[in-house]
């Protein structure tokens, strides 16, 4: 697992090359552990770290954006001049998080099953390490395919 300059974590789905006016040039397909988002990122970037999840995101600074039917593929190619903002965030990926401000993680919630206790935090991976918890089975929990983890629910 990778991390971006953002403290996020990726990774790489595989590379393609396409010919543009300045000759072939690389991308990456990434998918973020945290949000599940796929996004298309020249390989630049990745090299410098300099990309973010778009999906939480609400400004786009050099980003295009291609819609594929069910999925939302962002390119972050770093030589387009556009400062549009989306219409809106894909929330499908994140269904059961809140975005509460621009560039903030996603807020989630966990609730130990022995103690009703619950808390809330933003990264998943210190989570995980602060309570020996596995960062993919919470994401499987976020995602509906497993109730709990360790006597853990999560939202």
Known sequence: MKLNNNNQPFEELGRFWILENKGEVE?????????????????????????EDLSIATKMNNESIISVN??????????????????????SNNSESSVSEANESPVFTAINTSTNDS??????????????????????????????HKGWRFK
């Open 27 to 51: 991308y990456v397909r990434v998918r973020f552990i945290n949000t599940r988002h796929i996004q298309i990122v020249n390989n630049e970037l990745i090299k410098s770290g300099d990309f």
């Open 70 to 91: 069910s999925e939302e593929i962002q390119i972050d190619n770093g030589d387009i001049e556009d400062q549009s903002e989306p219409d809106s965030l894909d929330e």
């Open 119 to 148: 808390q809330t935090f933003t990264d998943i991976q210190l989570f995980a390490r602060e309570n020996d918890l596995n960062p993919e089975s919470i994401q499987l929990v976020l995602n509906g395919k497993q109730k709990t």
